[in-house]
């Protein structure tokens, strides 16, 4: 048995402690938000907070996450009101979608530590995310409106 | 439109959406009240719209949402000539019933070639005007007023002259009762109110909350998960098979021999992945286990040197090149190419005694239901299709095989079956962008203008390939691009020698065009500097017949300020094309790094697209054609050894990353036209751009695709 908070609740989960974090969170516990898209860490569509910090959970097995904190996309805001999300929504980011919960909260996790991001800090912190729709300009521009609406409280 | 015979089919396909609700698909969550379309208090005129008695506009769009918005576009197409207001309109991805939601011009109930807007815009229009013209002409009844003097807008009907007014669910019942006419007047542009502007997407709530319901996310009770085993060379079967060691892993409840491989079946993905792990598998690798892309590319160039079937033949080329002017001679060459789609492929199957559940992210739900029908052994009309968001399609998810492995394996096991693929899957069993291989001549007058331009290709077909045009002609897919390009030339000889290694090939996103625009695009730019001319002057002079070609490229020449002072190290470089139904011109900003790094800082892209009915989507489909375009110029390459694809995940089969993504500028040049495609336009030129770029810069010709860098390391 092997627990851990996700999205603020406590969780036993009854897996083999290798089983990457991605198949808990998808499979065990049902939260479909988190996708699987290389399992090399290599395209980031996996992507969740583990004690705030983004992680690849394709590669992250279950036991390293043991005591701690997740959360995934579905536990990022209550409504989908996370300044990112906000400015996804204002800036039409997203087109097929599937890599934007992993760029979300790669997103999140950069404004968290980064208020002001430059483009080089966008760059660093979002390179491990592949889109293949190719929405790289919205998502940059979006980031940047995301740290303007979290800065300006609005 | 015969209503009677669209309402018991409607009610048909209701049903059938109505299979989604088990799983909580979000966008058919409206779907029960599809059920209500029999009984009064629905209006439904037709199966792409019905009205309720709340005034809630359901409309049933046809085209899967791959990312290219449809949910959107049909959306406002719809409601604008309904007059409803979009707030008030729900969305729901139609079932598969091709009798029903087929695509009006290509008979199909899949969707590629960019045909989502340009195939459905005047049927859908049709349909939404005929709705509205009942609604006004109940409330002309209830008023007892012609009903020339109705007016409808913001979803109700008024009488000006009294001030009357009726909310269209108020004229639910009324209208129900009334024929639908054959031919509804549409609206002249001037009255768009949604077509035309810009409109935020209406799935973007569901893509960032991770609600959204892809095919990799369907979860269904007692369903079971798969992973398959191939083949790693094209064709090969199974010899031999010792499952022993992979039953015994946990989570393993079955491990049966489909069509494409071995399925181990499990309670887990992650079961799946160990019990597959521990399968001993000995192949027959058939055929193909010894061919490499060497072998292709050496085969290529021996036929390259025998004639072809003649795809365009104006004036004589052959004699024009033997007449005394400069001659240039040139070799083009193109690799294979995978979609990977971000989402990799995956399907789920319930095949039960009598009928078939299948929820897959399909572009090709006509298809896919007759296939699955066959594979079950059951009449087509029992297989339900759930159609789900699609993490990425490119012309991938129109092809069989995720369909067949998840039939095959829910019915060899009995129970609701969900393949998912690794990406390693997805990359090495693909349908391929064929490899190519690119003869071109041509021969300038004294002023440098060309006289002849002879080009021939040599390489598979895709339509011929899977059997959809006769082996012997010249495939269409093969040679878009390239034998209708638009320069006015006096003597033009396209010709194509078809080869065909057995490599599974599919349509990848702009299909011949994607690679036809960049040899062609590459060796016009060839001529323009053998002639000691400006590439954009010298295809200006030459595109005398072709105005909308001429217009794209002068607005991005404008908008990308040709001619002006760059920042040292940076040059442009140039290419128009068309395709799918629409006009692209792409001017790219280039600079390359001592180490020959490919940096594309900007590209400034002209399109007419004919009527822009979103036009931020058509920046948004322009912004991802250039980065898909710019991932397959500077890295794709799909390559084999002993029959096998040697690349397997995105460390070596990469993608454009954020840090590598020049801007993408769109100027939306309004020609007034019928609706064009978006998906597939903003791709062929992109490639031809940036290279013609480098050319500038460097004084070399990239002549194969993907760019090599050390051909350019100063």
Not at chain 1, 31 to 56: E, I, Q, S
Request: proline share 7%.
């Amino acid at each position: 048995m092997i627990t851990f908070t996700i999205n603020g609740r406590r969780r036993q989960v009854d897996v083999p402690p290798e089983m990457p974090l991605l198949w808990v969170i998808r499979e065990t516990l049902g939260l479909t938000g988190t996708k699987y898209g290389c399992g090399m860490a290599l395209c980031g569509v996996c992507t969740v907070h583990l004690d705030g910090a983004p992680v690849r959970t394709c590669v992250t097995p279950v036991s390293a996450v043991a005591g701690k904190k997740v959360t995934t996309i579905e536990g990022l805001s209550d409504k989908g009101d996370h300044p990112v999300q906000r400015a996804w929504t204002e800036v039409d980011v997203p087109q097929c979608g599937f890599c934007q919960p992993g760029q979300i909260m790669s997103a999140a996790a950069l404004l968290a530590t980064k208020p002001s991001p430059t483009d080089a800090d966008i760059d660093d912190a979002m390179s491990g995310n592949i889109c293949r729709c190719g929405t790289y300009q919205r998502i940059r521009a979006a980031i940047h409106r995301a740290a303007a609406l979290k800065r300006g409280g609005a | 439109m015969k209503t009677d015979i669209s309402r018991r089919a409607l009610l048909k396909g209701g049903l059938a959406v109505g299979a989604g609700l088990s799983i909580g698909f979000p966008v058919a969550r409206t779907a029960r009240r599809v059920a209500s379309a029999q009984t009064p208090g629905v209006f439904a005129p037709n199966q792409w719209l019905r009205i309720d008695r709340d005034g809630v506009v359901t409309i049933v769009n046809s085209v899967p949402e791959m990312g290219q918005g449809s949910l959107t576009t049909t959306s406002m197409i719809i409601a604008d000539e309904l007059d409803a207001v979009l707030d008030n309109v729900r969305v729901e991805q139609a079932p598969a019933n091709p009798a029903l939601y087929k695509n009006p011009v290509t008979g199909n109930q899949a969707y590629g070639g960019s045909r989502g807007v340009r195939d459905h815009f005047d049927m859908w229009r049709k349909a939404a005007a005929g709705a509205r013209e009942m609604l006004a002409q109940a409330a002309a009844n209830e008023w007892g007023v012609p009903v020339e003097s109705v007016e409808t807008e913001a979803g109700a009907a008024l009488h000006r002259p009294t001030g009357r007014r009726l909310l269209y669910g108020q004229l639910v019942d009324r209208a129900q009762q009334l024929p639908v006419p054959q031919n509804p007047k549409l609206k002249t542009p001037d009255k768009f109110r949604y077509i035309g502007k810009v409109v935020h997407r209406r799935d973007t709530p569901e893509k960032i909350t991770g609600r959204g319901v892809y095919g990799m996310d369907v979860q269904v009770p007692g369903m079971l998960v798969a992973s398959i085993e191939r083949c790693p060379v094209f064709g090969g079967t199974v010899q031999s098979l010792d499952a022993t060691a992979a039953k015994a892993v946990p989570g393993i409840k079955h491990v049966v021999q489909v069509s494409n491989g071995v399925a181990v079946v499990a309670s887990s993905f992650w079961s799946a992945l160990q019990g597959r792990r521990a399968l001993k598998v000995t192949w027959d690798e058939g055929a193909m286990a010894a061919l490499t892309s060497a072998q292709i590319s050496k085969q290529y160039e021996t036929m390259s040197k025998q004639p072809g079937q003649v795809a365009r033949n104006e004036g004589n080329a052959e004699q024009a090149l033997g007449a005394g002017g400069k001659v240039v001679e040139a070799v083009y060459q193109v690799p294979f190419l995978e979609h990977a789609c971000m989402e990799p492929m995956n399907a789920t199957a319930h095949v039960m005694p009598n009928s078939v559940t299948l929820w897959v992210p399909t572009q090709n739900p006509g298809g896919h239901q007759a296939l699955a029908a066959k594979i079950a052994g059951v009449p087509v009309e029992r297989v339900e299709v759930v159609t789900t968001l699609l993490g990425g399609g490119f012309g991938r998810r129109g092809e069989p095989d995720f369909v067949t492995d998840a039939v095959e394996t829910s019915k060899a096991v009995g129970a609701p079956v969900k393949v998912i693929w690794t990406r390693e899957d997805d990359i090495q069993h693909g349908f391929y962008r064929p490899a190519t291989y690119n003869v071109f001549r041509a021969a300038l007058d004294a002023n440098g203008q060309p006289v002849a331009w002879w080009n021939r290709i040599v390489g598979p077909g895709i339509l011929i390939q899977k059997g959809r045009a006769p082996k012997g002609t010249i495939d269409p897919a093969a040679v878009e691009g390239a034998r209708n390009h638009p320069y006015d030339i006096p003597n033009i000889r396209v010709e194509w020698v078809e080869k065909d290694f057995g490599v599974p090939i599919g349509f990848w996103r702009s299909v011949g065009s994607s690679q036809n625009a960049f040899i062609t695009e590459s060796f016009v730019d060839e001529l323009a500097h053998a002639a000691g001319k400006d590439p954009y002057e010298y295809r200006r002079a030459l595109l005398g017949k072709a105005p909308r070609h001429l217009a794209v490229l002068d607005a991005a020449a404008k908008g990308a300020g040709w001619g002006t002072p760059l920042p040292a190290g940076r040059a442009r470089g140039i290419a128009v094309a068309f395709s799918y139904g629409s006009y692209a011109a792409h001017v790219a900003e280039v600079s390359v790094a001592p180490d020959g790094g490919v940096r594309v800082h900007r590209i400034v892209c002209a399109i007419d697209c004919g009527i822009a009915v979103n036009p931020d989507q058509v920046r948004s489909q322009m912004e991802g054609g250039a980065i898909y375009a710019l991932t397959a110029a500077l890295y794709g390459k799909i390559t084999l050894d002993k029959g096998r694809v040697q690349q397997s995940n995105f460390h070596d089969y990469p993608m454009l990353r954020i840090g590598e993504a020049p801007t993408v500028e769109t100027i939306i040049v309004d020609s007034g036209q019928a609706p064009g495609g978006l998906g597939e336009p903003g791709v062929p030129p992109v490639a031809p751009a940036v290279t013609n770029a480098i050319f500038v810069l460097t004084g070399k010709r990239i002549r194969t695709l993907p760019i090599d860098k050390d051909l350019l390391k100063r």
